[in-house]
């Protein structure tokens, strides 16, 4: 890593990947500053690793910094950005921190618009088993690693390669995986076609003889494969179908459980098994064994790591259990992750009621993809939607929260404007023997205590 002057201050230090950021400089014996609009665990632990950390954006939060980062949510009218260029401080986005702090290290870099964090998590578990000690940078916490950032003293880093304003376009991967491709994040693409263009573009940073592993069985991933062309890596496919590079023959859903078996070009390297549920969780599985395969992960090594895996923080996560009924957590945001999360909550809890409480995430993204949203929820008994997450957005733009409760038909939805107005429906509404789940990428993920302390 080429050396970095501090103090070095973030905008939005608590988001999972600035905070991923925040935690490496420290480990480095850089000082770091930030702000966020408001507190939260993840700020938390970078104060309690010596990180001064503001509530609120002001000018004044800048002090001596040599160095601004902020996300590519934030913009030049941030005051602590417009002071930092008014001084002549050097700001960069988030994204170009992270390829600094990569510099040297052989990459793999994971994208896609859903999977991206429980592989990425997967993939840095199964190396670090392994004995490879690799760097990482997850967006999300890995309850394996304990944690979403680490340096690692292994050649090895693994990224999740997010695509919101081109984010993944700073990497130059060894090794770049994309899960899955479903127009996302129109609010800055504008067309489905420039987000299929900007997966394509990141293909293309690949290093020259690097890999690509791509999923086969994907729409959108084969149709950026599709536009590929003149490339100087290799391509791979997987998925369950013969014709994939990578196969996973055989899959099964066992209740909490998948297994099946990895077949790379019609030769068998053996049985995976891992204790998470769903078909998109095989689709994962296969996904980095492939990575770590072109890594040089004894496939005997994988094979361990993968039966021990716990997953993400968020990523169907277990909250707690009262009064019998339980309740789950889920950082679904999208209509294709809201449809899996429940294909695979119907595959773990069989006939039991499921009840969700959903926060939507942004203003513009229940707007454009409203049709999907009347329809992806289908497979739960009955729905409660909490008011929008607005996140960088102003409440005037796209559709509401509660536009979408009245709208909704099936299941049946009510809307609850806070978060103990949600807990305290979700208890009227659940039996014993129910499943209640929240999501959303927002703070939805608090209403799942208050739920429990409730039923208490």
């Known amino acids: 890593m080429t050396e970095i002057q501090g103090p070095v201050h973030l905008v939005g230090a608590g988001g999972i990947h600035m905070s991923a950021i925040g935690q490496l400089l420290m480990a480095?014996?850089?000082?770091?500053?930030?702000?966020?609009?408001?507190?939260?665990?993840?700020?938390?632990?970078?104060?309690?690793?010596?990180?001064?950390?503001?509530?609120?954006?002001?000018?004044?939060n800048l002090g001596e910094a040599a160095m601004l980062v902020h996300t590519a949510a934030v913009g030049d009218d941030n005051p602590e950005v417009a002071e930092a260029k008014r001084r002549g401080i050097e700001v960069i986005l988030r994204a170009e921190m992270d390829a600094r702090l990569m510099e040297g290290k052989k990459i793999i870099a994971i994208a896609g618009s859903a999977g991206k964090t429980t592989t990425s998590s997967l993939v840095a578990h199964i190396l670090q088993s392994a004995g490879m000690e690799p760097m990482y940078l997850l967006g999300g916490e890995s309850l394996d690693l304990g944690g979403h950032a680490a340096w690692g003293e292994g050649e090895w880093c693994v990224v999740e390669a997010d695509e919101y304003k081109n984010a993944f376009h700073e990497?130059?991967?060894?090794?770049?995986?994309?899960?899955?491709?479903?127009?996302?994040?129109?609010?800055?693409?504008?067309?489905?076609?420039?987000?299929?263009?900007?997966?394509?573009?990141?293909?293309?940073?690949?290093?020259?003889?690097?890999?690509?592993?791509?999923?086969?069985?994907?729409?959108?991933?084969?149709?950026?494969?599709?536009?590929?062309?003149?490339?100087?890596?290799?391509?791979?496919?997987?998925?369950?179908?013969?014709?994939?590079?990578?196969?996973?023959g055989t899959p099964q859903e066992?209740?909490?459980?998948?297994a099946f078996e990895v077949v790379r070009q019609g030769s068998s390297l053996g049985n995976l098994e891992i204790h998470r549920p769903g078909r998109h969780m095989i689709l994962n599985?296969?996904?980095?064994?492939?990575?770590?395969?072109?890594?040089?992960?004894?496939?005997?090594?994988?094979?361990?790591?993968?039966?021990s895996f716990q997953g993400a923080r968020r990523r169907f996560e277990l909250k707690g259990e009262a009064g019998g009924v339980i309740v789950m957590d889920d950082y679904a945001h999208h209509p294709a992750k809201v449809r899996a999360l429940i294909e695979s909550a119907r595959v773990r809890f069989g006939g039991r009621r499921l009840i969700g409480v959903y926060q939507p995430h942004t203003y513009t993204r229940t707007a454009y993809?409203?049709?999907?949203?009347?329809?992806?929820?289908?497979?739960?008994?009955?729905?409660?939607?909490?008011?929008?997450?607005?996140?960088?957005?102003?409440?005037?733009?796209?559709?509401?929260a509660s536009d979408l409760a009245r709208t909704l038909n099936h299941p049946p939805a009510s809307y609850a404007a806070t978060f103990e107005q949600a807990a305290k429906m979700?208890?009227?509404?659940?039996?014993?023997?129910?499943?209640?789940?929240?999501?959303?990428?927002?703070?939805v993920t608090e209403v799942g205590p208050m739920i429990l302390e409730l039923l208490r």
């Open 171 to 248: 990497y130059a991967p060894d090794i770049a995986l994309i899960t899955n491709v479903t127009p996302d994040h129109l609010d800055y693409f504008g067309t489905e076609d420039a987000y299929y263009e900007t997966f394509v573009t990141f293909a293309k940073q690949i290093k020259p003889g690097g890999t690509l592993i791509i999923c086969g069985d994907d729409a959108g991933a084969e149709r950026v494969r599709g536009l590929l062309t003149g490339t100087n890596f290799n391509v791979e496919s997987y998925g369950l179908n013969p014709r994939d590079h990578w196969l996973a």
């Open 254 to 258: 066992i209740g909490e459980r998948v």
């Open 285 to 307: 599985g296969i996904a980095a064994a492939a990575v770590c395969v072109h890594a040089g992960v004894d496939f005997g090594k994988i094979r361990s790591a993968a039966k």
């Open 426 to 443: 979700a208890v009227e509404l659940a039996n014993p023997g129910d499943v209640i789940f929240t999501i959303g990428a927002g703070d």
């Open 369 to 400: 993809l409203w049709d999907d949203w009347l329809t992806c929820f289908e497979g739960l008994d009955a729905l409660i939607v909490v008011e929008t997450y607005a996140a960088r957005e102003d409440p005037t733009t796209g559709r509401s």
């Open 28 to 60: 480095r014996g850089v000082a770091v500053t930030g702000s966020d609009a408001r507190p939260s665990d993840l700020t938390a632990h970078l104060e309690e690793l010596g990180a001064t950390i503001f509530e609120g954006h002001a000018a004044e």
